[in-house]
């Protein structure tokens, strides 16, 4: 007999009342805040036609049975997969329409499947975080929740890329899942990101201060390092996302999605040169070299507005993915600090879990000196950044564009940190120290009897350079592949990183290193 009627239409029923979450009320109220609902998210996520539920009709065990209960449509998160692009991709999304989008036990069961279907299936994770935390009233079936999905991160971590979306509230102990991950993206408002708020921090410390002071995105961004990508609101992080995924492999097992080209381009670019300023010691903004360097230059800049004295993102070269790291003159004039170090190490690290190959950029003076640093622990962060290039397999090529000093010189990927290829400008200068540091060291009697003291300095620094910093002496003791025209820089890497594709890196066999951190 064909099935009743009234079964379908019980069916019907059932998911039309899911799909509505909270009801229409709590939803009109979120767009009226210029907000997404959970469901809207991943529609704006995914193409048309390709997502896929999982556990539409799993609710919270503790509702059953209990008395008067309030329904919780989907138990507060929506959970699936779809496709980006083509390319498909695992998600939830925390409906604060229902019940707050508070974690619960069967919440968090519902997270962890799609982190496990993304583990076996071999496909990114995007989480959209919307929630008021942990569902007080399941106790410490809440909590265990909490750690069941910060297991599957760890697991998943370096296996497939994981983005964080926080779009709304995420405190306490849910700011810990986005942590884990690999990108977090947040909008400038609507959402929050702390682990005590204001009220918290009152009551124990009895200082006041805002929201804004400990869970804004602006502070996220720019002081605490914890946000990589600032977005306007719910559908311009989305957008972050399918840019952030269109140059990101699926997995550790495959390549970044190369666009190669059938022939490299080897016409010189003589606005390359124009970029150099005479003086060695004038700040360059090295957002130029990099606009001439990558394909139509398309960069997408990761962490922009924290530890701005470096630059990283994401970018192809003759069509090559790869991951750039920049000294950035222009900002502390470029020095390597505490932030700087944990920002490309990180970022270093993250390119070589998903075989993205690295370039580098170096124009560094040094590590920033001051008793702020040395208290902080710039020994400590500073051999981060020496580590993560160290134990990197994938290509790397380095370019030094002007200065290349002391330990900064190693820390930027020499040859002796595995840099595959290093090529420098004839601008470049490749020392122990500065000139005018090191004339201060070398020839304190010269300058003590000099009657022009800054004349006879500047002879002797030029004197320096042209005899102990010239890329022509490193070239010459073969710490430098090669002395290339400041023009043919883009195409002699974009040759370098296609010959660099095949490239096989064996290590001693270990557990894991033991990083610095």
């Known amino acids: 007999m064909p099935l009743s009627a009234q079964i379908l239409q019980d069916l019907r029923d059932r998911e039309a009342k899911i799909l509505a979450g909270g009801g229409p009320d709590k939803i009109r109220a979120r767009h009226e805040q210029g907000r997404l609902t959970a469901r809207e998210r991943l529609a704006a996520l995914f193409q048309d036609g390709t997502f896929q539920e999982i556990g539409r009709h799993i609710r919270s065990n503790r509702q059953a049975g209990v008395a008067n209960h309030v329904d919780q449509p989907a138990d507060g998160v929506v959970v699936g997969t779809g496709y980006v692009n083509g390319r498909a991709v695992a998600a939830f999304s925390q409906d604060f329409t229902v019940a707050a989008g508070t974690l619960g036990k069967m919440h968090a069961s519902k997270i962890v499947k799609a982190m496990q279907t993304a583990a076996h299936s071999g496909m990114p994770v995007v989480a959209f975080n919307d929630s008021g935390g942990a569902r007080i009233q399941e106790a410490v079936d809440a909590l265990s929740g909490y750690g069941q999905v910060f297991y599957q991160n760890v697991l998943l971590s370096g296996v497939v890329p994981q983005i964080a979306v926080v779009c709304g509230p995420c405190a306490g102990g849910a700011a810990y899942s986005p942590a884990l991950m690999d990108f977090i993206i947040m909008t400038k408002s609507n959402a929050d990101l702390f682990i005590t708020g204001p009220e918290v ?9 805002t929201m804004d002071e400990v869970g804004g995105a602006a502070m996220h961004a720019s002081v605490s ?33 190369h666009r190669l080209k059938p022939d490299i381009d ?18 360059l903004d090295t957002h130029t070299v990099i606009a001439r360097l990558v394909d139509d230059g398309d960069f997408l800049e990761v962490h922009a507005g924290f530890a701005e004295n470096i630059i990283i993102g994401f970018a192809r070269i003759e069509g090559m993915v790869v991951g750039i790291i920049a000294n950035q003159p222009a900002v502390r004039a470029g020095a390597l600090d505490i932030d700087a170090s944990d ?6 690290r993250f390119c070589d879990c998903f075989n993205i190959p690295l370039v580098t950029l170096v124009d560094v003076p040094g590590f920033l000196p001051g008793i702020e640093q040395e208290r902080g622990g ?8 020496l580590f993560a290039y160290a134990a990197a397999t994938v290509p790397k090529i380095t370019v030094i ?3 290349a000093y002391g330990g900064s010189y190693l820390a930027m990927c020499s040859q002796e940190m595995g840099a595959d290829f290093v090529y420098a400008w004839p601008s470049a200068e490749i020392a122990v120290m500065g000139a005018e540091g090191a004339v201060n060291v070398l020839y304190r009697k010269e300058l003590k009897d000099a009657p022009d003291r800054r004349a006879k300095a500047a002879e002797l620094a030029a004197a320096y350079r042209a005899e102990f910093s010239t890329p022509y002496l490193s070239a010459g003791a073969g710490y430098i592949t090669d002395v290339i025209d400041p023009a043919a820089t883009r ?10 594709q ?8 270990k557990k894991h290193g033991n990083m610095p951190l």
Do not use: C, Y
């Open 401 to 403: 564009l002007r200065k």
């Open 266 to 283: 080897e016409s010189p670019d003589e606005g390359m040169t124009d970029l150099i300023p005479e003086d060695n010691s004038s700040p």
């Open 378 to 385: 710039i020994i400590r962060h500073g051999a981060k950044l």
């Open 343 to 348: 920002k490309g190490a990180r970022f270093i």
């Open 225 to 257: 390092g914890n946000v990589h990508f600032l977005a306007d609101d719910d559908r311009h992080a989305v957008q972050l996302v399918q840019r952030l995924l269109g140059f990101l492999p699926a997995n550790n097992a495959e390549e970044p999605p």
């Open 201 to 209: 921090i009152k009551a124990v410390t009895g200082k006041t201060v």
């Open 491 to 500: 195409w002699i890497v974009g040759l370098s990183l296609r010959k660099l």
């Open 502 to 509: 095949s490239k096989r890196d064996v290590r001693p066999p």
